[in-house]
Structures are given as C-alpha cells and as structure tokens.
C-alpha cells in the first residue's frame, strides 16, 4: 500500500532577540486551513491513492469513488494520518490530461471523503482551478509537484485559502524526467529550488507554516541521487519547513534491493 512519510525540523541553533515581541512560525507545525497539524512527536504517514487510469502502482483500482473510499479507510485504519489523492498519472512517461477530465475523476472521489474521513486530505495537482475545487469540496493541503511553476495562479488560490502546500523539486517534466537527468551536487541544487520556490511562495502571501518540502524522489533522479538525497535529508530539513519523503514503491528501492 502507498505510503509516503512526512517529518519535521527543529531548528535548535536559532537565537531570538528575547527583546522583540515577534512569534515565529513554528518548523514543527503545519497550518492548512482551519487545521493545525502537529510534526512534533513522530514521523507522519501519508497515505496515496490515485483515482487514475494509469498510475505506475494503482492506476485503475479506485476510479470508482466507492472502491476509493474503502481503500481511504483501510489507509487510516492502518495508521495513515493524511490521504493524498492524485487524478492525474505524475509517473516517467505519463502525459498530462486537462482540467476537466481531472475534476471528473477527482471530485465524486472527495466528497465522498471529505464527509467520511476523519483525517486531513491532500490534493494532488498542478492546476489552480483544480486546487480551488478541491479546498471547496474538503481538502486541506495541496500537493504541488511544479511548486507553483505551472499555473501562474496556484499562490494566490492557496494565500487566499489558508491551505497548506507542497513545494516539489521535479527536473524536466513527467513525460521527460527520468531522460538522462544531471546534477552537479543533488542536494545543495534541490535545497537551493526549494529555498527560491519558498521565497516566492512568501512573496506570494503564503505563511511560512503552510508549507512543506519535498525533494522529489524519481522525479528528474537516478538511483544514485535518490539515494544521495536519502543520505542527506538533514540538508533540506535545515531549510525550517517539515520535509515530505515520497518513496513509496519507488522504482529506485527495488533496484537498490
């Protein structure tokens, strides 16, 4: 079952001007709406599940929104803390489908679990009108893998909404990702995309504790920089926002192994 892994950061070297009544957004917390989502105790789990035809893990099992709701709750009854749902395949090779024919995957898939589900849910898309629909009908926290670069008006949808927000690095796009990708140090380039797309998310009107990172694993990576950035996680995590690692049934794993 899919399950992706969300941590967060506690930044302990930071001193405070004690003199300055300023309070600080806390690493430890996620703010998604009217939901406070705490990071501090444990690791959180995040449960996939993709309404899709052609998904590389599940495509094709819980298009119908029944089926999905059934697979939702046996995640949380597993333990997952969020559920993530994607409409569109982001697997290499996959081609984008349009706006339309995402929300008619998707919307009878949220509120069905938006009115049964007891954890937060996670929206999975790179389109604004999409994201609005979602947050609309349920959703908390959008789950964007092109960090806002693909539609100029995702920021707003989410500074408007309170929502939390994914920040994705992807190299290439995912029809072209995995065609050779090249890094000189894969780390420090993915820390320093994310640190950019975080400042143009504070720019934007976006809360620093709305946000996550995600560095993108398989997306744009080998083997050797996946697991280059396994290594080095504490890199990214230094960054001050928690950090969502997506390596559920990854190809790279299975090489490794």
Request: charged share 20%; proline share 7%.
């Amino acid at each position: 079952m899919p399950h992706d892994f969300l941590a967060g950061h506690n930044d302990t070297g930071k001193v405070t001007d004690m003199s300055v009544p300023a309070r600080e957004p806390d690493p430890m917390q996620l703010k998604a709406k009217a939901l406070e989502i705490p990071l501090a105790s444990r690791v959180l789990i995040m449960g996939v599940l993709n309404v899709t035809p052609d998904s590389f893990s599940d495509g094709g099992r819980f298009l119908d929104p029944a089926a999905a709701l059934a697979q939702a709750e046996t995640m949380v009854a597993q333990g997952a803390d969020l559920i993530d749902l994607g409409a569109e395949s982001t697997r290499p090779g996959a081609e984008p489908v349009d706006e339309t024919e995402e929300l008619r995957r998707l919307m009878p898939v949220i509120e069905a679990l938006a009115s049964s589900i007891a954890v937060p849910l996670s929206v999975d898309t790179t389109k604004a009108g999409v994201a609005q629909r979602a947050l609309d009908a349920g959703a908390s926290i959008v789950n964007d893998i092109s960090a806002m670069r693909l539609d100029p008006g995702m920021a707003q949808i989410v500074a408007k909404t309170g929502a939390g927000v994914v920040l994705m690095h992807m190299q290439g796009t995912p029809p072209t990702m995995q065609r050779a990708p090249r890094y000189e140090d894969v780390p420090s380039e993915v820390r320093a995309f994310l640190a950019t797309r975080m400042a143009v998310a504070l720019e934007a009107g976006i809360r620093p504790d709305q946000i996550l990172l995600d560095p993108g694993f398989g997306f744009g990576k080998t083997v050797a920089h996946n697991l280059t950035l396994l290594a080095r996680l504490d890199e990214l995590a230094a960054l001050g926002r928690p950090v969502l690692v997506g390596v559920s049934r990854k190809a790279f794993i299975g090489q490794t192994l």
